[in-house]
């Protein structure tokens, strides 16, 4: 049996949020009749994993003005909800200020997308498949799927997204896959037994789907949460507001110094009756640009000491979801540990768990479920992603700065083992972290899009050719 061939002039890898926006923007800005193959796995687009739920009580953590997938039509996020989520007849800026359900942000990608496919001139085509491998061959890239069947097309872009962390205890491999649930299985987690104790490893944004998810279903056992610094996700302020300084201040600093201002920023806010929120606010759009400014050994200062700190303060939750996240820990059902975990081992049904706690000593539990909430993989190295490993095994690509994703260029062009430019080849998304430090979130993740989406379509006019 012969394997099928499809011939492209542009190829998206990844039918997530990343991808879904760049097939839009492709569609939306394309002049001529080109044809763009979007190679995904899941039989959803717009999913990946963060928009995969279908859990009510999993919910946005960026408010809904701020989550248009274009850059010049801010409030078409907003639009969308108001047209088709709205049952309360909300004004639209308490509908704006509020965390939508994270199953409507993947409806609406795809309603945004196939608005794009019946106005666009350009022609897309959906395989699901899952990219294994990629060659340059002649002015073409060659992808190999899992199926066997190959793409061909003269740009590509990999919106391959997040990949979990595996769970980092001796033993984990001997945990049946009912004992061990990845955080982003949702449906299983929804099934848990009500009166399983379980032991949630990571206190991050994951953490706090798996706790809604349990809470919901009326969970009555245990709930241990591990972490090495057991920080959980702070949640916004009641009001968006960012503070008033000016963030060009913070570039001639060293990473020591900016924190020690941004500490000074939060306190003067608060002794104005206002949130410490407003300063993260005030600096995100100035992220990447904060860390490109950087010294190198500042950027690895802060990915050993201040990472998990930033997260809690920058990553934050609705205020209603922080709210029930503390109100199961005030109860104790809930309880925080602070540790490493260290092996797992089945016995009798049930697992035991042992971590070095951080004050010294260790921890034993014994629980029914393991639920692995670790994150997202950063570390090129440590992808499982065949794609990736091809990708690295082959000089294609190489690891950004820190190891962190791939070295990529101004505009997500992936950099090779030989420090040129892949000609046609793109990144965005998480791939981008190492490079850009913000880049997972969808307000860089619609720009990014639009970039890229503009330089492939230039690279495939006939007249680049
Ligand atoms: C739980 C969670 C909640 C989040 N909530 C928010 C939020 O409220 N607001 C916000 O702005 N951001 C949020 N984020 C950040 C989030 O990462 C982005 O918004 C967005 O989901 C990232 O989309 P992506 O397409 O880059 O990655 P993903 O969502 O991971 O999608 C990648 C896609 O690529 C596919 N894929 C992977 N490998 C291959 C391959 N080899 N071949 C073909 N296809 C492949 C996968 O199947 C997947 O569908 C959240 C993230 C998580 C994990």
Not at 235 to 254: G, K, N, Y
Not at 403 to 427: M, R
């Amino acid at each position: 049996m012969t394997t099928p061939t499809h011939s492209a002039d542009i190829a998206i890898i990844g039918g997530g949020a990343a991808g879904v926006m760049t097939a839009i923007h492709a569609l939306r800005l394309a002049d001529s009749p080109l044809r763009i193959v979007l190679v995904e796995p899941a039989a959803k687009l717009g999913e990946g994993v963060a928009y995969a739920t279908a859990a009510p009580e999993h919910r946005l953590n960026v408010p809904v003005r701020r989550m248009s997938a274009f850059v010049d039509q801010p409030d078409d996020f907003l639009d969308f909800m108001r047209q088709h989520h709205n049952p309360g007849g909300l004004p639209a800026a308490a509908l704006g200020d509020g965390y939508a359900q994270r199953r409507h942000y993947a409806q609406y990608l795809r309603a945004r997308l196939r608005q794009a496919r019946a106005v666009g001139i350009a022609r897309l085509e959906v395989v699901h498949d899952r990219a294994t491998a990629m060659t340059r061959e002649r002015d073409d890239w060659r992808v190999t799927l899992a199926s066997g069947a190959t793409v061909h097309a003269r740009g590509v872009v990999l919106a391959v997204g997040n990949s979990l962390r595996p769970l980092p205890a001796r033993g984990a491999e001997a945990l049946s896959p009912s004992q061990c649930l990845e955080a982003w299985q949702y449906d299983a987690i929804a099934r848990l037994p009500t009166d399983a104790d379980v032991a949630i490893i990571g206190a991050g944004l994951s953490m706090v789907d798996a706790v809604l998810s349990l809470q919901v279903n009326g969970h009555r056992g245990a709930i241990h949460v591990l972490s090495r610094h057991a920080l959980m996700p702070l949640p916004h302020a009641d009001r968006h507001v960012a503070a008033a300084f000016d963030p060009a201040d913070l570039f001639a600093l060293s990473l020591r110094q900016r924190l020690k201002l941004l500490r000074r920023h939060a306190d003067d806010a608060r002794a104005r009756g206002e949130a410490w929120q407003g300063v993260i606010d005030r600096i995100r759009p100035h992220v990447q640009a904060l860390w490109q400014s950087l010294s190198i050994d500042d950027q690895s200062r802060f990915l050993r000491h201040a990472v998990r700190q930033w997260d809690v303060h920058r990553h934050r939750v609705a205020p209603d979801v922080h709210a029930a996240v503390g109100a199961l820990l005030g109860s104790g059902q809930l309880q925080r540990h602070r540790g490493r975990l260290q092996a797992v081992t089945p016995i009798g049904g049930r697992i035991h768990l042992e971590a070095t706690l951080a004050g010294g000593g260790t921890l034993r539990l014994d629980v029914d479920r393991v639920i692995n909430a670790t994150g997202v993989e950063t570390l090129a190295a440590s992808m499982r992603s065949p794609l990736v490993r091809d990708l690295l095994a082959t000089g294609t690509a190489v690891p950004g700065p820190h190891g962190i994703g791939l070295d990529t260029a101004g505009d997500g062009e992936v950099i090779a083992a030989d420090g040129t430019v892949q000609p046609g080849l793109f990144a965005l998304g998480s791939l981008r972290i190492g490079r850009l430090w913000e880049s997972l979130a969808v307000p860089e993740l619609r720009a990014q899009a639009e970039t890229v989406a503009r330089r492939l379509l230039d690279a495939v006019r006939p007249s680049a050719q």
